[in-house]
């Protein structure tokens, strides 16, 4: 099985941060690595896909880069909404596996 | 307006079953591959499984946790989607979500709502 280990597990932030969350994987997935916002109670949403793509209606504040086995997510200027949790996943094979989350508090 | 509804969700006890449904709209449903993830009280996110769409086999992969004990199915006809879960342990205890795989890369657009499932004595 794939292993996604995503970092830091938790992080403290401020509004206006520039936000950087990473996630290794432990064989290369090419470029199959998704994003997610998650927010207590509620469905997680989709932010990038294909590593740096950019779901529609989502923030141009939110950006993803990497391939092969290192990912970023980047946030550029933190707002008040974007403090959730944050998970990536792999769907280059099955089991298709999540990071383990990272929590965004203020 | 795409939308997963799941429903099903409740309280078992332990060795119990328990059959969830995803009822679909909004998009052609026999085209998607369709999956479960699940997310137990204060944890991260975990696949369970993924069926493909009839045209790709309707092969079915799961997660080794669940593997024997819980089938995914499918009703084209109904637009629905179901988990058949048996044997069911304390440790299944979550909120049960369904989603649509995107066919290019897998991501999950399309999330529902989540049906919760807890299994206690």
């Known amino acids: 099985d794939i292993q996604m280990t995503q970092s830091p597990s938790s992080l403290s932030a401020s509004v206006g941060d520039r936000v950087t969350v990473t996630c290794r994987a432990s064989?290369?997935?090419?470029?199959?690595l998704s994003w997610y916002q998650q927010k207590p109670g509620k469905a997680p949403i989709l932010l990038i896909y294909?590593?740096?793509s950019l779901q529609s209606g989502v923030s141009s504040r939110f950006s993803g880069s990497g391939s092969g086995t290192d990912f970023t997510l980047t946030i550029s200027s933190l707002q008040p909404e974007d403090f959730a949790s944050y998970y990536c996943?792999?769907?280059?094979?099955?089991?298709?596996?999540f990071g383990q989350g990272t929590r965004l508090d203020i | 307006e795409v939308q997963l509804v799941e429903s099903g969700g409740g309280l078992v006890k332990p060795g119990g079953s328990l059959r969830l449904s995803c009822a679909a709209s909004?998009?052609?449903?026999?085209?998607?591959?369709m999956n479960w993830v699940r997310q137990a009280p204060g944890k991260g996110l975990e696949w369970l499984g993924r069926?493909?769409?009839?045209?790709?086999?309707?092969?079915?992969d799961y997660a080794a946790p669940v593997q024997g004990r819980f089938t995914m199915s499918r009703d084209d006809s109904k637009n629905t989607l179901y988990l058949q879960m048996k044997s069911l342990k304390t440790e299944d205890t979550a909120v049960y979500y369904c989603?649509?795989?995107?066919?290019?890369?897998?991501?999950?657009?399309?999330w529902g709502q989540g049906t919760l499932v807890t299994v206690s004595s």
């Open positions: 989603t649509r795989s995107s066919l290019d890369y897998g991501d999950y657009v399309y």
């Open positions: 909004g998009f052609t449903f026999s085209h998607a591959h």
């Open positions: 069926i493909k769409r009839k045209i790709d086999g309707g092969t079915r």
């Open positions: 064989q290369s997935i090419n470029n199959y």
């Open positions: 294909a590593a740096s």
């Open positions: 996943q792999q769907s280059y094979t099955t089991p298709i596996t």
